[in-house]
């Protein structure tokens, strides 16, 4: 049986290290002991971070990627605490892309990249998003679309025109994530953007550009003369 954590020294104990010696000085362990909150009869919310660690190789890019059936997996971990871990990874993804977009100038595919890949380069499905732009290339809003499963997402291309035309979009950028890994476009992929772009054409709406987002890169249709 493990010692619970009340019985540990103070200054051993993960929310008291917190108030003694600040966040910072928190291992990867004590952090999601905290957020996990109690252990269980045989293992200390510790014990618990540890092995969800290392079922995610002790690698936080790769815990990002765990969904809620497979940290219900581990014993001790309910839907609660699973939910908990995962709200917080989402608000870093959040905090991370916020800082990237406010009043942020577009120069390049790796501006756009580096603004969506906190979003999408850890997630296990695929999601859709746009960024409207002004005449400066500058970001007016950012919308996710859709988002589907492991293969694919549905992308209506109404929804993009409308939304570019309430904010007096002059340009947008297309992105969307491929979570095999695989940075290559599909035929499908080719097939929407050819789409977006004759729609948004019609509207007097330039298409930049659309990036695929992978969690070991990007690829872009129009650094790869495809728009």
Do not use: C
């Amino acid at each position: 049986m493990a010692l619970p954590i009340k019985t540990w020294a103070v200054e051993d104990r993960p929310r008291e290290k917190v108030l003694y010696k600040g966040i910072a000085s928190l291992s990867d362990t004590e952090l999601l002991a905290i957020l996990i909150g109690s252990g269980n009869n045989e293992k200390s919310a510790v014990d618990l971070a540890r092995e969800i660690l290392n079922l995610a190789g002790n690698n936080l890019h790769k815990l990002g990627k765990l969904d809620i059936h497979e940290l219900k997996k581990l014993k001790g971990i309910g839907p609660a605490k699973a939910i908990s871990i995962l709200a917080a990874l989402e608000l870093g993804r959040r905090r991370k892309a916020s800082e990237l977009t406010d009043e942020k100038k577009i120069r390049s595919s790796a501006d756009v990249f580096n603004i969506f890949s906190p979003l999408l380069a850890d997630i296990s499905h695929e999601e859709f998003w746009i960024l409207y732009l002004n005449r400066s290339n500058r970001i007016i809003s950012r919308l996710k679309i859709s988002q589907g499963g492991i293969s694919g997402t549905i992308t209506d291309i109404r929804i993009i025109m409308k939304k570019g035309l309430e904010l007096l979009a002059s340009s947008i950028i297309v992105s969307h994530n491929h979570p095999s890994g695989n940075k290559e476009p599909s035929e499908a992929d080719i097939s929407i953007t050819k789409k977006i772009k004759e729609g948004a054409a019609f509207f007097d709406i330039s298409l930049l550009d659309h990036l695929i987002v992978t969690d070991n890169g990007y690829y872009s249709f129009a650094d790869n003369g495809l728009l």
